[in-house]
């Protein structure tokens, strides 16, 4: 806020000031900005000049606010500097009155909905380091390349790129469809290509826009916390559907009640590792179809494949026009670009599109344009080839060193891909204390547990990122989460 407005709020609100004359109002604001530290200690003041403009007075009005301010204490003059003020408040300064201290954790006022989901946090601001889950290796990104193309779309030959966007940047579209024609086997019009803030937002509109409240959706179990999160936001029921070695595995009997929407991540599942396999994406297609379901495709990690073959994706599988596919950039970029997009059938790029313009206002269309020449020169492939080297190496660190060491004591899930394995008790440990333990040794291991719709049916384990972390921390860390293992066996008595 501009110090201006806050002065003119001051003086409109304090009734008791309107028969001061006009310089005592501006120095009772300026006064009880100070005092309130909406003027922080050492802060610059404006100069007079600047400031009696921005009021609408006379600057001599200013002045002598300023030179009262001085006179008592509040603030001091350095020549050719600007007035600052003073780092304690003089002695005689008035108290002001704490504001109303308000209970921690008491949220009047929300919803059902809204109490649901803060009562489900998930989300972490450990965002690095061993083991953290989920989060890719920015230190290793092309800073150099990066900036160079931004600033080649930051400047005023391209402003029309730093309003609103409609469905996205047609350039970065049309690279898409070309790229997903040869990775995924997609074939889309670039149209049919809408340009999201992350693939949350992603999710969170095709539940809006394709299911009602109290329509059911199935979901991975164990599944992506995040995914469940938007869900249930949304007002959806959700139905856990059990994940086997081969992805996804829904019952014959679980289609005699068949839902709305069903959320599959088959290219890598999260957090099993498990890759849906062909015959069962085909059986999967075949009964969505039937029951007149929508598929969201979660296809987060599919570029980042180790020693495999890609499966088509289910959109590109299907004719039937019952997927929308979810791609995002969070993984092989960076997570803070909140850059995905989603590839909806024909019938759905018109209402889709108008949703996601009145409800979430598009932009970032520096970053797209960006993007788009990033992919087209090819240094995007040879960034995710850079990246499939170092995370194969890392993987193999982690597996070496944690196996070697635990032994039979556990298993591992997952490793054809992504950045993240898997790891399953033999015995049945408390996960969760076990993450605490290994926490206390600045080591962050999450529980498998809270990936599963019911924590008291879970298998217990720990899913562990190694994206972030060096070789020779994997050996270290791997070390030290073994001996927190070892110590709740011993403590079971194994």
């Not at 609103?164 to 790229?179: D, I, N, Q, R, T």
């Not at 590109?316 to 909806?344: C, D, E, H, Q, W």
């Not at 972030?468 to 030290?480: F, G, L």
Request: aromatic content about 8%; glycine content about 8%.
């Amino acid at each position: 806020m501009l110090l201006s407005d806050l002065l003119l709020q001051y003086m409109q609100q304090r009734t008791e000031w309107t028969r001061l004359p006009v310089r005592r109002r501006v120095y009772a604001a300026l006064r009880q900005a100070i005092l309130e530290e909406r003027l922080a200690p050492g802060a610059k003041l404006p100069a007079t000049r600047t400031l009696a403009r921005e009021l609408g007075l006379a600057r001599n009005t200013v002045m002598r606010a300023y030179e009262q301010l001085e006179a008592e204490g509040y603030v001091r003059g350095h020549t050719g500097a600007g007035t600052f003020v003073t780092d304690t408040l003089p002695r005689d300064a008035p108290s002001v009155p704490a504001p109303p201290r308000r209970e921690a954790g008491h949220a009047p006022g929300l919803s059902r909905r809204g109490a649901d989901i803060a009562a489900h946090p998930a989300s972490s601001t450990l965002q690095s380091g061993a083991f953290v889950p989920g989060i890719p290796d920015v230190a290793a990104f092309p800073f150099r390349v990066w900036r160079r193309l931004l600033g080649r779309y930051m400047n005023s030959d391209h402003s029309r790129l730093m309003q609103y966007a409609s469905g996205g940047y047609g350039p970065l579209k049309a690279v898409l469809a070309e790229h997903l024609k040869v990775s995924r086997m997609i074939s889309c019009d670039p149209r049919q290509i809408l340009i999201v803030g992350g693939a949350h937002q992603g999710l969170d509109l095709c539940a809006r826009m394709l299911a009602d409240p109290g329509d059911e959706a199935w979901m991975e179990d164990p599944g992506y916390w995040g995914a469940r999160n938007v869900l249930r936001a949304a007002g959806l029921r959700l139905r856990a559907i059990p994940v086997d070695a081969d992805g996804i595995a829904p019952q014959p009997s679980d289609w005699r009640r068949p839902p709305r929407l069903i959320f599959t991540s088959p290219s890598y599942q999260l957090p099993t590792g498990a890759v849906l396999s062909l015959g069962r994406r085909r059986l999967l297609l075949e009964q969505a179809s039937a029951a007149d379901a929508w598929i969201i495709e979660d296809d987060y990690d599919n570029e980042l494949r180790y020693n495999r073959e890609p499966i088509a994706s289910l959109y590109g599988l299907s004719s039937t026009n019952r997927v929308i596919y979810v791609g995002t950039f969070s993984k092989v970029m960076y997570p803070g670009l909140r850059l995905a997009y989603l590839v909806v059938p024909p019938e759905l790029v018109e209402p889709l599109s108008t949703a996601n313009a009145e409800l979430f206002r598009e932009g970032r269309l520096v970053e797209q344009a960006a993007l788009a020449e990033f992919i087209e020169s090819g240094r995007f492939s040879a960034h995710i080839r850079r990246m499939r080297q170092i995370y194969a190496e890392r993987q193999e660190a982690l597996r070496t060193s944690l196996e070697t060491r635990l032994g039979d004591a556990v298993s591992v899930s997952g490793g054809q891909g992504g950045i993240h394995l898997t790891y399953h008790f033999r015995e049945a440990l408390d996960d969760e204390r076990v993450s605490r333990d290994a926490l206390s040794e600045g080591i962050v291991a999450r529980p498998l547990s809270l990936y599963y719709h019911d924590t008291a049916a879970a298998r217990p384990g720990l899913v562990l990122g190694y994206a972030t972390v060096t070789p020779q921390r994997i050996a270290d860390a791997s070390a030290a989460l073994a001996r927190v293992v070892e110590r709740r066996l011993d403590a079971k008595g194994r």
